[in-house]
């Protein structure tokens, strides 16, 4: 694996040197302690060399130095050149394969530790990459959905919308590299889905991921937000890197936590607030994939980002049409309906959710299992509906 992958990606023989320098503390722990170990029996610190401990492992982690070192000796030319196979433009960091650990203010560059991310580890040695699991590493979650476009009951403005990500996410690849477009236009698509709660945002992102085989997960802001300074932009880096160059689907719910408006600077409080939001700004610009936004409210985002999307969608408040599908859609196979509901009223009556309509055939349908029955009365549906206002606080 580790050969085809250097043959796939051409590396040059430095870039190799270094690749399997980073794998080395991963596979043979005590390789670069013996290969210092063998040279210096009696023990050195052998400052040239390089190297750190970890705070669990007990061999040496190889750090810039130590590449600098084995491409290069005590030679400076060919140790400033290994200085750029770490740069922006270069293999490793624009294919988010490993990077140079940041050093404390003042220590030279190149005495940070040589890091390999952990999907490359995965790839080289198994040939796969597991899915990512939620961390503070990682501060997302990965939506998956067994229903179908069919169950997803929207105006067809709206999913006239949706049909424009479906064939972003097909041809955008071909566009950029294919038909040159990507000197001219920014990598990435930015969208904004906007509406009241359970009117299929988050569906519709889980639909795209499952139509077109792109995984998409669901960022838990709760996670990512921090009340220490500096903390949040780390989470967002973490999650940015990740995703980076693997064509999943972002899906930032309630956004407003965190895409919200700038503020007039008052205290630093403030100044760090805003600091956040222009992070994200700039990540989410350079983003090579498709970031979803989701909020109540299109108003409540900031329009530095609205400004850059490419597109925004209105999730609205289905009317009677929508409202008596959604009923007719949704209610179980084997539940009878008695002869006294009529669909088309209470869809014209109730002014409900998709949500608030699920919920309602939830409540219904135990009833009925309760009362060892398989037909809905009207009465027990008007109980339902009636339990969903209150629970909303809505006159009934």
């Given amino acids: 694996m580790l050969n085809g992958y250097i043959q796939e990606h051409q590396l040059s023989h430095q870039e190799s040197i270094v690749l399997l320098l980073a794998m080395a503390p991963h596979l043979s722990p005590e390789f670069l302690l013996n290969v210092v170990s063998d040279e210096f029996p009696g023990g050195?610190?052998?400052?040239?060399?390089?190297?750190?401990?970890?705070?669990?492992?007990?061999?040496?982690?190889?750090?810039?130095?130590?590449?600098?070192?084995?491409?290069?000796?005590?030679?400076?030319?060919?140790?400033?050149?290994?200085?750029?196979?770490?740069?922006?433009?270069?293999?490793?960091?624009?294919?988010?394969?490993?990077?140079?650990?940041?050093?404390?203010?003042?220590?030279?560059?190149?005495?940070?530790?040589?890091?390999?991310?952990?999907?490359?580890?995965?790839?080289?040695?198994?040939?796969?990459?597991?899915?990512?699991?939620?961390?503070?590493?990682?501060?997302?979650?990965?939506?998956?959905t067994s229903l179908t476009w069919d169950d997803l009951v929207l105006n067809e403005k709206t999913m006239l919308h949706i049909q424009e990500l479906e064939v972003w996410l097909q041809f955008h690849t071909k566009l950029m590299d294919e038909w040159g477009m990507k000197s001219r236009m920014k990598a990435g698509y930015r969208v904004l889905f906007y509406g009241p709660p359970g009117t299929g945002k988050t569906l519709t992102a889980?639909?795209?991921?499952?139509?077109?085989?792109?995984?998409?997960?669901?960022?838990?802001?709760?996670?990512?937000?921090?009340?220490?300074?500096?903390?949040?932009?780390?989470?967002?880096?973490?999650?940015?890197?990740?995703?980076?160059n693997k064509d999943w689907i972002l899906f930032f719910d309630e956004a407003d936590a965190i895409f919200g408006k700038r503020t007039n600077v008052r205290d630093a409080h403030d100044k760090y607030a805003n600091q956040e939001v222009s992070y994200l700004l700039q990540r989410i610009e350079g983003h090579p994939g498709l970031v979803i936004l989701a909020s109540n409210f299109k108003d409540n985002i900031d329009e530095a980002f609205t400004r850059r999307f490419q597109s925004i969608f209105a999730f609205e408040l289905p009317g009677p049409k929508e409202r008596e599908l959604?009923?007719?859609?949704?209610?179980?196979?084997?539940?009878?309906?008695?002869?006294?509901?009529?669909?088309?009223?209470?869809?014209?009556?109730?002014?409900?959710?998709?949500?608030?309509?699920?919920?309602?055939?939830?409540?219904?349908?135990?009833?009925?299992?309760?009362?060892?029955?398989?037909?809905?009365?009207?009465?027990?549906?008007?109980?339902?509906?009636?339990?969903?206002?209150?629970?909303?606080?809505?006159?009934?």
């Fill in 44 to 144: 050195t610190d052998f400052p040239i060399f390089g190297g750190v401990k970890g705070k669990n492992h007990r061999g040496i982690i190889p750090t810039g130095e130590t590449v600098q070192f084995i491409l290069g000796g005590t030679n400076l030319q060919p140790r400033l050149e290994s200085l750029a196979l770490f740069e922006e433009d270069q293999f490793f960091h624009k294919n988010n394969v490993l990077f140079l650990d940041d050093v404390q203010l003042g220590e030279p560059i190149m005495s940070g530790k040589l890091l390999m991310q952990t999907d490359t580890l995965h790839l080289l040695t198994t040939g796969q990459v597991p899915a990512p699991k939620l961390s503070t590493q990682f501060p997302a979650e990965k939506l998956e």
């Fill in 206 to 244: 889980s639909l795209l991921g499952k139509y077109t085989k792109k995984p998409v997960y669901r960022v838990d802001l709760s996670t990512v937000v921090s009340k220490y300074i500096g903390e949040t932009e780390k989470h967002l880096a973490s999650l940015f890197d990740r995703a980076a």
């Fill in 326 to 396: 959604l009923w007719r859609k949704n209610f179980p196979e084997k539940l009878q309906i008695s002869p006294d509901i009529d669909l088309q009223l209470v869809a014209k009556k109730y002014d409900l959710t998709g949500s608030n309509i699920l919920n309602i055939i939830q409540y219904c349908s135990l009833k009925v299992l309760s009362l060892h029955s398989d037909t809905l009365t009207a009465e027990i549906l008007i109980e339902g509906i009636k339990r969903e206002y209150l629970k909303e606080n809505r006159l009934f």
